[in-house]
């Protein structure tokens, strides 16, 4: 907690509780609580900062030092809703003061003008309820820019020629080049394809405060010790701290939504640290949870007026789930990489983004990217070339060649908005607090998985192109675990079909407002965060607007 | 391996492009935690255990050893990969005290039955060794899998020494885990000492000339 933050007493009516503090929750405590409002942040998580950010894989990653705990909230999964869910760890998602910002890869791809406007351009999908969004490409270019100068992303601005139009470039250079991106582009280039610098949300120079990135290597799944990675904790909240009006409090599990009589939220009801009961007393509530939590936390807030969950007049809170598709193909070359060394990414290519769907047969399109995100455990457990020895002086063999010497493509693509994909409770299993479990039903439209085995095809196609020795990729499978959380509590003109306005405000209740991975409407091409940070710049615009022109209630 | 060259060393002396004003307001934390850590790395080095038995560790090393054995280069035993199995028996991996409890003597009755007349696992030659190993990892589940998505405890006791073995070769060297012991894991792996690097990283990098923009009279074209 910085020196000048306020400290609320759950009785003072303040103007905004903001319910999570990742990407999305940390850019409306800085920008409202800078708007003059009085703001609590609730973080269900602790507050880490970068002197508890070590790189022990085993505490980081095994024991959920920065995500979900496995035992504290444990979750069931289904493919369909006619199947019983199963107890199987079906998420994971950043568990602390910033978020999932805190421990991501930071790849910071903007949507490009295609993903507004999907449906009316490429007509209605079977089997998707594929729709427009109430705004535009061009509506939030502006937020798109406020995110790469205000938290720091890194990259080339026009060296895609297919990126959408922008209005400055970025505020500073990419990251130094790996040898898995040099690979890349020459690759990509011998196929006739446009590779280009990554845009990343790390640092490639210092700003007051924060250091541009040392290439420690730990960084995937990691908080970054010095700063560099552009989290919701390095950037924004400490922003928000330095107002004096916003305070953030950690150790804040929010699981209900309470209404007055006239159906106006009247704050946030949340566990503390000791599991007591408190109330947070706001004249507005922002929730900011993620595509999983989100939703979870309107149905975990049903009552009499909406006996379905808070908001869901719509019957879509906690539906059209989109995970995004693609596939990972592994590869090991002849010379060492040395791609522990750095950020996980450092070129991509955009040339698959609008595939047509006359020519390959499927609708959607993606990216890929070089990349290689492992760390020292998770690489011998799990990316030796399958058939590999798994112990014994073979294993050591192969383990110390291909350390240095593997990289892997990634493809990123669309997922179509399936109304039964969703997050529900799970009525049999209980959270470590006695709340129902989430519960994760998900089936990938067909279209989603020929896009995740063309993407393959095409990065198998890469790799032969950049000679390399070796290379595999898993078969592509309907999807079971949860990363991407998006299009949970989706944003539209139509209260039937939507959870919220193009404001951010749900349509039942007019002073809650939603805005994160839910709030989406189409999936992007699989890096969402740069989206949901334009979003939530954008919805502070709107719901400043509203509360000045007295149009929220007091 | 000289300590000095891991984290510890980044932060005294390799401090280009970290922000001066991040180090001054951070400085006291980094060095907290690094003296915290070459604390603990010192710790690891008597021969003391917290919950194995001297005779349990005899195999358990013996174990370790055939799974990441001694070659040119260093293996288990270098890294004192026991050391870390015995910590993480009381910390992190406490539900696997089972495991090994009842994996041990399941190993020795393993011996009896494949080697009339030889007592401990310890005893057995390296080739010895891994037959007897060969016949536990046959009954296992088999598949390597993505890390981190299965518990431990379901494991069989082969499989999960496999696991810790590979975990405490390859740990982080400064955390408190008593694992990769001198950082000799990641010496072998190829894996330099530091946490903080400089370009070129690697063989296809080292001659990039730059970027070259694409070129400009690409035509956006719809595969």
């Known amino acids: ?554 | 391996m000289n300590k000095d060259l891991s984290r510890r060393g980044f932060l005294s002396q390799g401090l280009t492009g970290i922000s001066a004003a991040w180090i001054s307001a951070h400085w006291p934390a980094m060095l907290s935690a690094a003296s915290h850590a070459r604390q603990a790395a010192k710790a690891a080095s008597p021969a003391k255990f917290e919950f194995l038995s001297p005779e349990q560790a005899r195999e358990i090393d013996a174990i370790a050893a055939r799974i990441i054995p001694t070659t040119d280069t260093p293996g288990a035993h270098e890294a004192g990969v026991v050391f870390f199995i015995d910590r993480a028996l009381v910390t992190f991996a406490k539900e696997d005290q089972k495991t090994y409890a009842q994996g041990l003597p399941g190993l020795e009755a393993r011996v009896h039955e494949m080697f009339p007349g030889m007592e401990k696992f310890s005893a057995a030659t390296p080739e010895q060794q891994d037959q007897i190993l060969q016949s536990f990892d046959e009954q296992s589940s088999g598949a390597a899998g993505r890390p981190f998505r299965r518990r431990m405890a379901t494991q069989s006791f082969f499989e999960t020494a496999r696991v810790h073995t590979i975990m405490g070769f390859l740990i982080d060297p400064d955390s408190d885990k008593r694992g990769n012991r001198d950082g000799v894991g990641w010496k072998v792996i190829g894996r330099e000492p530091e946490h903080m690097f400089q370009p070129p990283f690697g063989y296809y990098d080292k001659d990039y000339p730059g970027w070259q923009p694409n070129p400009p009279d690409v035509e956006k074209t719809k595969s």
Not at chain 1, 337 to 351: E, M, P, T, W
Not at chain 1, 467 to 491: N, S, Y
């Open chain 1, 1 to 554: 907690m910085m020196p000048d933050e306020p400290k609320y007493k759950t009785t003072d009516e303040v103007d905004f509780v903001i319910v999570g503090s990742g990407a999305a929750g940390g850019i409306l405590a800085k920008e409202l609580s800078g708007n003059g409002f009085r703001v609590v942040v609730l973080e269900q998580g602790p507050y880490l900062t970068e002197k508890d950010f070590v790189h022990d894989e085993i505490k980081v990653l095994n024991q959920d030092l920065l995500t979900n705990h496995r035992e504290l909230q444990p979750t069931t999964f289904r493919k369909t809703p006619q199947d019983k869910a199963k107890p199987q760890r079906a998420l994971v998602y950043g568990r602390l003061v910033g978020g999932t910002s805190t421990h991501f890869t930071a790849n910071f791809w903007r949507f490009h003008e295609i993903d507004f406007t999907e449906r009316s351009k490429v007509g209605p999908v079977a089997g998707s309820t594929l729709a427009d969004w109430p705004i535009t490409y061009a509506d939030l270019e502006p937020y798109y820019t406020k995110v790469e100068w205000e938290i720091g992303v890194s990259g080339l601005a026009y060296a895609s020629p297919f990126d959408p139009p922008r209005s400055k470039p970025y505020p500073m250079p990419p990251l130094p080049v790996k040898s898995s991106g040099v690979i890349f582009e020459r690759a990509a280039r011998k196929l006739g394809w446009h590779p280009f610098p990554a845009p990343m949300a790390i640092l490639s120079e210092p700003r007051p405060g924060r250091s541009a990135c040392v290439n420690c290597g730990f960084c995937l799944g990691f908080g970054c010790e010095v700063g560099a990675k552009s989290s919701s904790l390095a950037t924004a909240i400490r922003m928000a701290e330095k107002t004096g009006r916003c305070e953030i409090r950690p150790n804040s599990y929010v699981h209900r939504i309470e209404l007055d009589a006239a159906g106006r939220a009247t704050g946030a009801v949340y566990f503390d640290a000791r599991r007591n009961v408190q109330r947070q007393k706001a004249k507005a509530v922002v929730v900011c949870a993620n595509g999983a939590e989100t939703p979870r936390l309107l149905l975990l807030s049903a009552n009499k007026q909406f006996p379905n969950g808070l908001a869901n007049s719509s019957g879509y809170v906690g539906k059209n789930l989109m995970l995004n598709s693609g596939g990972v193909t592994t590869a090991v070359f002849e010379e060492p990489l040395n791609d522990y060394k750095g950020f996980a990414v450092s070129r991509i290519l955009h040339d698959f983004y609008e595939l047509d769907p006359d020519k390959v047969g499927f609708h959607g399109g993606g990216g890929l990217d070089a990349r290689f995100d492992m760390t020292p455990i998770g690489f011998a457990l799990g990316s030796l070339p399958p058939g590999s020895p798994r112990w014994g002086k073979s294993f050591k063999e192969v383990l110390s060649h291909n350390f240095t010497r593997t990289c892997e493509i990634y493809g990123h693509g669309t997922s179509l908005p399936v109304e039964n994909n969703s997050f529900s409770l799970d009525a049999d299993l209980k959270d470590a607090w006695g709340l129902p479990a989430l519960r994760l039903t998900y089936k990938d439209h067909p279209d989603d998985l020929k896009l995740s085995a063309w993407l393959n095809a095409r990065s198998a196609e890469l790799l032969e192109a950049a000679g390399a020795k070796k290379m595999w990729a898993p078969p592509v499978q309907e999807q079971q675990f949860a990363v991407h959380l998006l299009g949970t509590c989706r944003m539209g003109n139509d209260p039937k079909t939507s959870v919220i306005n193009s404001d951010h405000q749900t349509h039942d209740v007019k002073n809650l407002f939603l805005c994160d991975g839910s709030s989406l409407v189409t999936s992007g091409r699989g890096q969402p965060t740069m989206t949901i940070e334009a979003l939530a710049f954008r919805a502070a615009d709107r719901i400043t607007a509203l509360a000045k022109r007295g149009d929220l209630p007091t």
